[in-house]
Each structure stands twice: as structure tokens, then as C-alpha cells.
């Protein structure tokens, strides 16, 4: 009933075909609770209850952290395979059709977004970190046409191409520059978020805390008071 009166005051529809109830945190107890009151209904249409669900092309469960993060690197891994195996037929990973450069150039724009997309926003666990950085040597390998038992500071040296963890770390540094400088709420989330969260926590803001101090950047007041640009930063 909240969310029927939510939408029609902000005037949107909620789609009941594309929409889901999930429980979250609930207890075995009360998921299965909620998993069995059946039908669910907004305006009039039946909403489906399921313990996963797709949101911004990133998928999620509601189980537990673990599994919440398990889905989302198992959809990159395999949109990765698909989209190398879409670019085939250009010659991808066929030395005799396109040059090694020409692929790696169709790597970089194609198949590496689609391998770290929302991967920035997840606190991943290290056995996760090790299949993703497993899946981008393998491709560069084949693309190089080089055993996989060779060197791999050999590989990235080769392609140009920095690791899949340094990648990501990258992307999160560029994201909290963009959010620390960003005036309004988003800045005013991320410095509170700072100052509360302790190292137990799984926020994000935790997880880029820890990149301050592996690459040893300054906190994100200190940023903030620099003023740097996203070029200098």
C-alpha cells in the first residue's frame, strides 16, 4: 500500500512484470514467511516474490552478503565469454585477421567495460577478485596467442594493460573523487559516511578508505580542501 501511494504522488507507475518483493535480512523464519504469502499485489497486479533480482544490470540477492555478491561476478564472467565469443566472427582473438594491437584496441572498448561493470560499487572478496583477474588473462593470452603458463608481468607488459584489481581500484578512486567533489547531498553522504563507519562496516566508503592508504592519498577532507581536478587527481 506505501508503494502504490508513493508512486501515484510522484506520478510513475511501478511495471509488475519487471518488478519483484524480495526479503532482505529477514531471518529463515520470516523469508520463508514472506516467500510464502502469496499473491503480492500494486495496483491491482500480481508481484512476483523471488530472492534475486536484477537492478541498474547488476544482480543481487537477498540471502546475505556473500551471496549477494556471487551473482553479480558469475553475470560479469559470463557477459564477458558472450561478448568474446559476439566478436569472433571480427576476428578477435585470429592473429591472421586482425593484428594483436587492433584486438587488444577491441578488448579495451568492448569486453572490458562489460567484465567490470558495477564490479566499482561491490566490496569483492579476494576469491571473487582471483576468478575476474583469471577470466582478463585468459583473454589476453588468447588474444596474444601465449601459453598460459606464461610470465604474467611478461602479459601486462605486452598488452599495456594493468591487472583487473588495479583496474577496479582505478574506477573507485575516479568514482570517490567525482563524489567528494560533487557539491550537495552526495558529498555531504560520503564525508558523514567517512566520519561514522567503522572498519567492521561493508559500506563502500570503508572499502575506498582502504585504497587511500594502499596507494597512501590523502583522506577525502584533505581532498576536498586541495581542490584537485580530475585531470591532477
Known amino acids: ?15 509488475p ?12 523464519c520470516l523469508n520463508d514467511l514472506v516467500l510464502d504469502n502469496q499473491p503480492w499485489v500494486i495496483n491491482d497486479n500480481k508481484v512476483t ?9 547488476i544482480q543481487r540477492s537477498s540471502k546475505n552478503l556473500t551471496c549477494s555478491i556471487q551473482p ?17 566472427g571480427v576476428g578477435l582473438t585470429m592473429s591472421f585477421i586482425l593484428p594483436p ?4 584496441k ?33 583473454f589476453l593470452y588468447s588474444i596474444l596467442h601465449l601459453p598460459s603458463q606464461s ?7 605486452l598488452t599495456g594493460i594493468l ?13 570517490l573523487h567525482h563524489l567528494i567533489t560533487s557539491k550537495g547531498t552526495l558529498q555531504e553522504i560520503v564525508i558523514r559516511q567517512w566520519a561514522m563507519k567503522d572498519s567492521k562496516s561493508h559500506s563502500w566508503v570503508v572499502l575506498t578508505r582502504c585504497l587511500l592508504r594502499k596507494y597512501d592519498l590523502p583522506d577525502p577532507l584533505t581532498i576536498l580542501s586541495l581542490r584537485l581536478t580530475k585531470l591532477q587527481w
Not at 500500500?1 to 511495471?15: D, F, L, P, S, T
Not at 553479480?72 to 569472433?88: D, G, K, N, P
Not at 569486453?111 to 577478485?129: A, F
Not at 610470465?151 to 607488459?157: D, K, M, N, R, T
Open 49 to 57: 516474490v523471488s530472492e534475486t533480482f536484477t537492478h541498474l544490470g
Open 72 to 88: 553479480c561476478v558469475e553475470a560479469r564472467l559470463s557477459t564477458s565469454r558472450l561478448t568474446i565469443h559476439a566478436l569472433m
Open 163 to 175: 591487472p583487473l584489481e588495479a583496474i577496479l581500484d582505478i574506477q573507485r578512486l575516479c568514482y
Open 151 to 157: 610470465s604474467v608481468a611478461g602479459l601486462h607488459i
Open 17 to 28: 512484470e519487471k518488478s519483484v518483493i524480495t526479503p532482505f535480512f529477514l531471518g529463515k
Open 106 to 138: 577491441i578488448y579495451n572498448l568492448y569486453v572490458l567495460p562489460r567484465l567490470t561493470y558495477g564490479l566499482l560499487s561491490i566490496n569483492l572478496r579476494s576469491i571473487d577478485i582471483k576468478s575476474l583477474e583469471i577470466q582478463h588473462r585468459r
Open 1 to 15: 500500500w506505501m508503494c502504490e501511494q508513493y508512486a501515484n504522488r510522484e506520478r510513475y507507475i511501478i511495471h
Open 101 to 104: 594491437t587492433v584486438s587488444l
